[in-house]
C-alpha cells in the first residue's frame, strides 16, 4: 500500500478515490448516501460506479432486488 502524500499530492494513473455525498433529514429520521467511485487511467479518468442508478425509482427498484437486503436487521 503507499502512502498519501497530502493535500497538494497530483492525481496518478493508479489511484483510486470515492467522491460521498450525505444528506440527513434529522426532523425525518431519514440519512442517505451517494457517492462515486472514481480511479485515474494513464489518459484520463473512469467513473467505477457510473452504471448505478441515481434516481429514487432506480434505488429502489435495486434495493427490491433478490437478496440485495440480505442480513440487514431494522
Given amino acids: ?17 470515492a467522491c460521498d455525498i450525505q444528506l440527513y433529514r434529522v426532523d425525518e429520521e ?15 479518468r473512469e467513473v467505477l460506479s457510473s452504471g448505478l442508478p441515481r434516481a429514487v425509482a432506480g434505488v429502489e427498484g435495486l434495493m427490491r432486488e433478490e437478496g440485495m437486503l440480505r442480513g440487514i436487521k431494522g
Fill in 1 to 17: 500500500m503507499g502512502t498519501f502524500g497530502g493535500p497538494d499530492e497530483v492525481l496518478k494513473p493508479g489511484f483510486v478515490f
Fill in 30 to 44: 431519514i440519512g442517505i448516501r451517494t457517492g462515486d467511485a472514481v480511479a485515474i487511467t494513464d489518459t484520463d
